[in-house]
């Protein structure tokens, strides 16, 4: 089975006619942002659980992540995972849902999304070792090799330490 994209205004009038959304993102960016009635379930969960109840009833489902990229990459997953009923995939997510002037359920008091919050913290430190090592002291080179080592680490093992750290700050408690 194939998954087809669907525009988000196609895909609202799917929605209204009884269509079940599921965004397969994390649950920090559902918190931060969503579609109204989305159903989250991200990927990993859908891989070992299959779709949530409501989307075993449905006779159409929408999968959507924020850009489209990740629900893509994970079409062939997903199409196993219907069961032949009918399936689409959100063009562009969550940012074309906006773009297309649709509305969203934003909580901006919620953390930044953990990746941002790792590519943030490893873009600061990169730079400050970089400008501290030409103006202060080459050592300080060494706290660009220790992040770029870092995430390397997590992109290979898929253990990411920084994202651990920052989990364990006081803005990301719940």
């Given at each position: 089975m194939n998954i087809k994209t669907i525009t988000p205004?196609?895909?609202k009038r799917k929605l209204e006619q009884?269509?079940?959304l599921v965004d397969i993102r994390q649950p920090d960016e559902y918190?931060?942002?969503h579609i109204e009635h989305s159903l989250l379930q991200p990927l990993d969960q859908i891989k070992q659980q299959g779709l949530p109840e409501a989307a075993q009833q449905a006779s159409c489902v929408i999968f959507h992540c924020k850009s489209g990229m990740r629900t893509r990459n994970a079409a062939e997953i997903l199409a196993?995972?219907?069961g032949g009923k009918e399936a689409?995939?959100?063009e562009k997510g969550l940012d074309g849902w906006k773009s297309a002037g649709l509305p969203t359920q934003a909580d901006r008091s919620?953390?930044?999304e953990m990746m941002r919050q790792v590519q943030i913290a490893a873009g600061t430190l990169i730079l400050?070792?970089?400008v501290l090592g030409w103006l202060v002291s080459p050592a300080f080179y060494l706290l660009c090799a220790f992040v770029g080592l870092g995430l390397l680490t997590a992109g290979i093992t898929g253990f990411c330490g920084m994202a651990r750290l920052l989990a364990v700050m006081p803005w990301n408690r719940q």
């Open positions: 205004d196609h895909a009884g269509a079940v918190r931060r942002e196993q995972c219907c689409f995939v959100l919620q953390p930044l400050t070792g970089a």
